[in-house]
């Protein structure tokens, strides 16, 4: 990356939060902030991470520092979770100890963005690790997987082929599924562990703690109509089940 002053380039204070630009689908605000919503979870204690939504990141990358990229995502690890104890109104590289974001999240619109051409360019010249473009309504038109995850190897991005992609650098895995206490069946992206397993969201895990205790209960319900049923019967061959010898 190239190095320049920081004296001379503009603060984050001097430099808008985002480009503006309105998003044309839900998609793209829905899906980046299921994934952070889940990461405040798993995440609660660390402080050496930052996700970004529809935030522009400054770099010096390009002909003009002022000008940024707006992922629709971004995780960036090793800085501070508030900068400086506040809110980021942007991600500005060279107030990050030049430290890119280790992933990017683009969702693919029904206007093309270059998110397959102009934009992994970019990404790559930042050196983000891992670039995915979810594109789950016109990938098709664009000749694509709706979901794709590039990784950098010696400054190029090689596309993978495995889902969920686990991703050792941030210690996470991503890949797409549909809640099923999603009314609406929305496919969403989550979080995956070496395994392949799924992290759940909070719901999901209260969800999943209630079906436990439901199927402890009636298990012990069914050993004591067990039971019950038992002692009938000892009692219908003159048996007392209270006074039976010890085994």
């Keep these: 990356m190239l190095q320049l002053d ?39 204690t660390r402080d050496d ?28 690890v090793g800085v501070e979770r508030r ?5 980021r109104k942007s991600y500005v590289m060279w107030e990050e100890q030049n430290i890119p974001p280790a992933f990017v999240l683009e969702v693919v619109s029904e206007t093309p963005g270059g998110e397959y051409s102009r934009k992994l360019d970019i990404y790559a010249k930042l ?21 794709e995850i ?7 991005y090689r596309l993978q082929t495995r889902e969920p992609y686990w991703m050792p650098e941030i210690g996470l895995g991503l890949g797409r599924y549909t809640p099923a206490l999603d009314p609406l069946g929305r496919e969403l992206l ?17 969800e999943s703690e209630r079906q436990r205790a439901e199927s402890e209960r ?7 109509q067990r ?17 039976l010898p010890d085994a």
């Excluded at 900068?83 to 809110?87: A, I």
Aim: glycine share 10%; charged share 25%.
């Design 49 to 76: 991470w930052y996700f970004g939504i529809d935030m522009g990141i400054y770099h010096a990358t390009g002909s003009d520092p002022r000008v940024p990229i707006v992922p629709d995502g971004f995780l960036s």
């Design 83 to 87: 900068k400086g104890g506040k809110s």
């Design 6 to 44: 920081p004296t001379l380039l503009p603060s984050s204070a001097e430099l808008p939060g985002s480009d503006d630009t309105p998003v044309d689908n839900e998609d793209q605000n829905f899906v980046p902030n299921v994934l952070l919503f889940l990461l405040e979870s798993l995440w609660e």
């Design 218 to 224: 009636q298990r012990a319900e069914s050993e004591r």
């Design 150 to 156: 590039y990784t950098l190897e010696s400054g190029t």
């Design 127 to 147: 050196g983000v690790r891992y670039y995915a473009i979810y594109n789950p309504c016109v990938w098709k038109r664009d000749g694509h997987a709706p979901l």
């Design 190 to 206: 989550g979080w995956f562990d070496e395994k392949g397993d799924r992290y759940l969201t909070d719901r999901e895990r209260v």
């Design 227 to 243: 039971a019950d049923r038992l002692a009938e019967y000892l009692r219908s061959q003159g048996i007392n089940p209270d006074n």
